[in-house]
């Protein structure tokens, strides 16, 4: 069963939402919508990853996530933190993050390997080739699919070889990092070719700017909400463990009506 991995910014500049969960008192409310709305648990991120986006230091990004970290967790909720400072995901975990998402894979903070390591908390790790200052920047490939592959493959040996067991290993793909939309399209086309990295993969299409080449309104992210959840079932259908997603509701409408198809195809 596809996971539903629902996205809280507590920044001031996300490009989904224009910093409307700011607050703590915000995005605790917003995530507990979220899972109200069928999210099986909460990305909690304090900077943002969009083209251009300014640098936060640790230590405001700690002011920014760990109240809300620690409120969702101690209301049962499952949380894991979208960052990619090891003092950041350290407190996180302390404040009940159960799992580390690294946009960077571990390369921007090179202490980031031991932290998870030792955390035994799940970590993602996603492709990445630099922060996205020009979004056209190191979007050359030969061949996409092969090789963020083998990028993705390296990112790994040197995971498990920093002590992160393989278990504990998610891959993501990063579409739209780095990537023009023929790259993003040709990766889903070929997520079966990713299976081999790691036990599970996290897919994070949501509201992301290629979607407007299949939107006929796409020039708002919101307004590619649906082509996400479009993604979200053809994700559930290829088996990924989750998807990463701003609208739940789309999303778990989606998987609804698979999980519906799928209860009754040996009927006849």
């Not at 251009?52 to 920014?64: I, N, Y």
């Not at 409408?253 to 040996?266: E, I, P, S």
Request: charged share 25%; with cysteine.
């Amino acid at each position: 069963m596809t996971l539903i991995m629902g996205v809280v910014n507590v920044t001031p500049d996300s490009f989904s939402d224009g910093g409307r969960f700011f607050s703590h008192d915000d995005a605790i409310e917003h995530a507990r919508a979220l899972c109200r709305e069928g999210a099986d648990l909460i990305d909690v991120g304090g900077e943002s990853t969009r083209p251009g986006a300014e640098l936060v230091d640790p230590v405001e990004e700690q002011r920014r996530v760990i109240p809300v970290i620690a409120a969702l967790a101690a209301e049962g909720i499952s949380v894991s933190v979208d960052t990619m400072h090891s003092s950041t995901a350290s407190a996180s975990v302390e404040a009940g993050a159960e799992l580390i998402n690294d946009v960077s894979g571990g390369l921007v903070d090179p202490d980031m390997p031991r932290v998870a390591a030792e955390s035994g908390r799940d970590f993602v790790a996603m492709h990445w080739r630099g922060y996205l200052t020009d979004p056209h920047e190191r979007v050359h490939y030969d061949d996409v699919v092969s090789d963020v592959h083998g990028e993705l493959a390296r990112r790994i040996d040197a995971l498990t070889r920093a002590g992160i067991a393989a278990e504990r290993l998610i891959i993501d793909p990063g579409l739209g990092f780095s990537k023009n939309p023929e790259h993003n399209w040709a990766i889903l086309a070929h997520l079966d070719r990713f299976e081999s990295l790691a036990g599970r993969m996290l897919v994070g299409a949501s509201r992301k700017r290629f979607l407007s080449t299949v939107s006929p309104t796409g020039a708002h992210p919101a307004e590619r909400d649906p082509a996400t959840a479009a993604i979200s079932m053809l994700c559930a259908q290829s088996g990924i463990w989750a998807v990463r997603v701003h609208n739940v509701t789309g999303t778990r409408t989606a998987l609804n009506v698979l999980d519906a198809v799928n209860a009754h195809r040996d009927d006849q």
